[in-house]
């Protein structure tokens, strides 16, 4: 009979607030008359605060950063977990990177051991490639306790990865993964795919290809089709 003797008015004033608060409405009253048309008076420039602490320096060799890396200093230092260190020989020319290191990692002691680790060798192998002549490295050296790295942490651990670049100097990179991606070429692997994307760092440039992670392809087999061209891409004019 009528309108509904159900509905809940508050649910229904809070959701038209909310609204007008996204369309930039952010007061419901203003008890004292403004001048809507006068301009905002110019602020002060704020000078920055200066850092209380200094950065310190990072390794400047492959060998100390590494160890810097998987130790107590590094920013997963305190998370819980075995660090899994870059596996592999950086001078192959070609570096392979991927997120985090998977649950069942820490046990066998190298990064991607299980099922996608036995795809990512089948991969290798169809470029004439296996592990020792690789470098195979993870944005984070532990797995999160989330399981997945928030933004700020990312941000943190693609400063030091690019670092990583500078001392490896590789001359191709595969980037594994969204977050490997993002760290390296700043784009999601959907974005980055089917491109040689130029990464400059201090020790040069290297040429990066974006692919999905293997833990992608085992819960979608469709896109291993589309893998390939990847490494194809990969291995294209790579002497």
Same mark, same amino acid.
């Not at 110019?42 to 130790?71: E, K, N, Q, S, Y």
């Not at 030091?160 to 191709?172: D, I, M, N």
């Not at 760290?183 to 040429?207: E, F, K, P, W, Y």
């Not at 896109?223 to 990969?234: G, N, P, T, Y």
């Given at each position: 009979?009528?309108?509904? $003797?159900?509905?809940?008015?508050? /649910? ?17 009253? *203003? ?10 008076? &110019?602020?002060?420039? !704020? ?7 200094? +950065?310190?320096?990072? @390794? ?5 950063? +590494? ?19 870059? $596996? =592999? ?37 169809? &470029? ?5 002549? &690789?470098?195979?490295?993870? !944005?984070?050296?532990?797995? @999160?306790?989330? =399981?997945?790295?928030?933004? *700020?942490?990312? $941000? ?11 001392? /490896?100097?590789?001359?191709? &990179?595969?980037?594994? =993964? ?13 974005? /980055? ?5 130029? +990464? ?7 040429? !990066? +290809?974006?692919?999905?992670? @293997? ?10 089709? *589309? ?13």
């Amino acid at each position: 009979m009528g309108a509904d $003797q159900n509905h809940d008015w508050r /649910a229904s004033i809070a959701s038209a607030l909310e609204w007008w608060r996204d369309a930039g409405v952010d007061c419901e009253l *203003d008890e004292v008359p403004r001048d809507w048309l006068a301009r905002a008076p &110019i602020a002060a420039p !704020v000078t920055p605060a200066i850092a209380a602490a200094a +950065v310190p320096a990072l @390794p400047d060799t492959l060998d100390a950063f +590494v160890a810097w890396r998987i130790g107590e200093a590094a920013p997963e230092g305190r998370w819980p977990g075995r660090p899994m260190a870059p $596996q =592999g020989s950086a001078a192959s020319g070609l570096m392979v990177v991927v997120d985090m290191p998977d649950r069942e990692d820490e046990a066998a002691g190298a990064l991607l051991s299980g099922a996608a680790g036995r795809l990512f060798d089948r991969m290798l192998a169809a &470029i004439g490639r296996d592990r020792q002549s &690789i470098h195979l490295a993870s !944005v984070a050296v532990k797995r @999160p306790p989330a =399981g997945r790295l928030a933004d *700020d942490v990312a $941000q943190d651990l693609a400063a030091l990865l690019r670092h990583h670049l500078a001392l /490896a100097r590789p001359k191709r &990179i595969l980037a594994l =993964g969204n977050a490997a991606s993002r760290a390296i070429a700043g784009l999601d692997v959907a974005s /980055a795919r089917g491109n040689l994307h130029a +990464v400059n760092h201090d020790g040069g440039t290297s040429d !990066v +290809v974006a692919s999905f992670h @293997p833990r992608f392809l085992l819960e979608r087999p469709a896109a291993k089709a *589309d893998a390939w061209k990847d490494l194809r891409l990969l291995i294209g004019g790579f002497e």
